[in-house]
């Protein structure tokens, strides 16, 4: 089943196509741990059908933006210090 | 001091509120994920009653109490007061209880703590078993803490903090929020924790009762816990937490525990706030690893739902600010008659009456007000004498607008604290809380003659003389007049 994520950026030139990149984006399936976030390495395409998940987005004070992507989750980055899991 | 009768926690201060006609029960099953953010808010900008939704959709058996102080009446009730108090009658209890003796807490027995009811430890931790709301459509996160307060202590003095920082879930073991530097907790942690690379212990108290919920808001020097206890009249209930040796308040509905990451930030915000605004932007902020959940069976959660006027925020803050200045003004030997903030300044203006006794006296208030621990929380101060009734808008304006001389009387105080949420100030001011602040003296000044000088307020109470005034408010009916004689 595809999933969907938001992020948050402060301009859009920061999904830049065609790299990989490092993003914190929250997942918005339903259920409990809807809006719970993660830190992964991901691709995003403005091509819809380019990923199976879908990637929304939203600016600097929450404004939701009408610009749409698909991800590709690649993998997921814990950030957490080891001394603290 | 006479007993005071006040709700001792958040469950006995909700039946208070539904039997007055100060909350209603909701009982249709309403969504975490905006709908009880969209009702509280609807409440607040009404002024409605406060909501008590029963039936939470994916969390049987727990319940939301939204808006629980945004309106006077509930704050009477919290105090034990009759709901049709008026402002000046609360605001003077509030003065009498924080002005008699510290009341310490008592340490309780865990069987003897509701909150212990439930324990969540280890791998059962995550903040997702908890009903945690998205407040606002397009905030950072769902936020725990919006109507709590955030209990950690001084290592070193030994000072307990209650404060009421905002806190969102990251993930189900993560919380950020927005801490200040000039905040208690912002003090201890740069004071002591940061430099250290030492981690904070810290416990989130939700559900408490509206006292501990009113000392955790307020900017008083006294500590909370005692701070409660006056204002409850009898000494507050407190436990030990599960993972570390900070107490909490034993009848709270939700207490979270766990320590303040020194060297690790997650993104927190952005987010709705009280000045109206979503303003702070999103950022790496202070960061919270969650160790245990304790709660009580059926527990409530508290929201405050934050935006333009009114919500407790403003408010509580209004309400507690301008007593604690009028405490400090005083302290000072300064003539004050009354210090008000009205809410719907969303406590950014705070209105001063003194007697203009002396030379410089509005100047001395604006120094002391802003110089003090309260200041940066407001930016404006304006000044009038004691002919002007501070809780009159109409009164005030019209001060204001008169008698304001624009190149004398308007002041501007440079490179001061300010916080992160003002919507005039920079977006650099306000990642580094640098804040401006301005004074409004709307006195007459004192070398003026009094007779010659000083222009003659024309108002049908100032001007007539008595006889004249009590003969036309007697016959006001007979002219053809309608209304009560005022």
Redesign the interface.
């Known amino acids: 089943m595809a999933n969907k994520w938001e992020v948050f950026v402060m301009d859009l030139a920061e999904l830049a196509e065609g790299k990989e990149l490092e993003l914190t984006i929250r997942t918005l399936n339903d259920g409990l741990h809807k809006y719970t976030y993660q830190r992964a390495k991901v691709e995003v395409s403005s091509k819809l059908d380019q990923f199976a998940d879908s990637l929304q987005v939203r600016l600097g004070r929450g404004q939701l933006s009408d610009r749409k992507f698909s991800i590709r989750v690649i993998e997921r980055v814990e950030r957490l210090p080891e001394r603290y899991r | 001091m006479g007993k005071i009768s006040a709700p001792r926690n958040n469950r006995e201060f909700v039946e208070a509120c539904v039997k007055s006609g100060d909350a209603v029960r909701i009982k249709q099953e309403v969504d975490w994920?905006n709908e009880a953010g969209a009702i509280v808010r609807r409440c607040c900008e009404l002024g409605e009653a406060a909501p008590f939704m029963e039936s939470i959709k994916?969390y049987p058996g727990f319940s939301y109490f939204g808006a629980p102080l945004s309106t006077y009446r509930r704050m009477a009730i919290a105090l034990g007061m009759d709901p049709a108090s008026t402002l000046p009658q609360i605001g003077a209890e509030y003065l009498k209880r924080t002005n008699s003796e510290p009341i310490a807490p008592v340490i309780v027995d865990r069987r003897d703590a509701p909150c212990k009811e439930n324990i969540l430890l280890g791998d059962d931790v995550d903040l997702?078993?908890l009903p945690v709301p998205?407040v606002?459509?397009?905030?950072?996160?769902?936020y725990v803490g919006t109507w709590h307060g955030v209990i950690t202590k001084h290592p070193v003095r030994g000072d307990v903090n209650w404060g009421m920082y905002r806190q969102m879930?990251?993930?189900?073991r993560?919380m950020s929020g927005a801490v200040f530097p000039f905040s208690d907790l912002g003090k201890t942690l740069t004071d002591y924790y940061l430099p250290r690379g030492e981690g904070c212990p810290f416990a989130t108290a939700i559900g408490l009762s509206p006292l501990a919920a009113m000392a955790a808001c307020a900017p008083s020097p006294i500590p909370e816990p005692e701070l409660c206890g006056m204002l409850s009249g009898e000494a507050v209930r407190l436990v030990k937490c599960e993972t570390n040796d900070l107490e909490v308040p034993a009848d709270a509905e939700i207490i979270i525990e766990g320590?303040i990451?020194p060297?690790?930030k997650?993104?927190e915000g952005?987010f709705g706030e009280y000045t109206g605004y979503?303003?702070s932007?999103?950022d790496f902020r202070v960061t919270f690893?969650v160790d245990a959940i304790t709660y009580r069976n059926n527990a409530t959660m508290t929201i405050s739902n934050m935006g333009v006027p009114q919500d407790e925020g403003q408010l509580l803050r209004s309400f507690s600010l301008g007593l604690e200045l009028e405490k400090l003004l005083k302290s000072q030997g300064i003539p004050v008659t009354g210090v008000y903030m009205h809410p719907r300044s969303t406590h950014h203006m705070m209105i001063v009456g003194v007697k203009p006794t002396y030379a410089g006296i509005a100047m001395q208030i604006a120094q002391l007000a802003f110089g003090s621990k309260l200041g940066p929380w407001f930016h404006m101060v304006m000044v009038v004498d004691d002919q002007t009734d501070i809780f009159n808008w109409d009164e005030v304006y019209h001060a204001f607008c008169t008698r304001c001389n624009p190149e004398r009387g308007i002041h501007v105080f440079k490179n001061t604290t300010g916080t992160a949420l003002y919507p005039h100030a920079t977006p650099h001011d306000r990642k580094y809380s640098i804040g401006s602040q301005v004074l409004f003296d709307c006195l007459w000044p004192v070398d003026w003659d009094k007779t010659n000088d000083v222009p003659t307020l024309v108002s049908f109470k100032n001007v007539y003389p008595k006889n004249i005034q009590e003969k036309v408010l007697n016959s006001w009916a007979d002219y053809g007049f309608r209304g009560a004689k005022k």
């Open positions: 994920d994916d997702c078993k998205l606002h459509d397009g905030d950072g996160g769902r879930m990251w993930d189900g993560t320590m990451l060297d690790y997650v993104e952005p979503r303003t932007p999103r690893r």
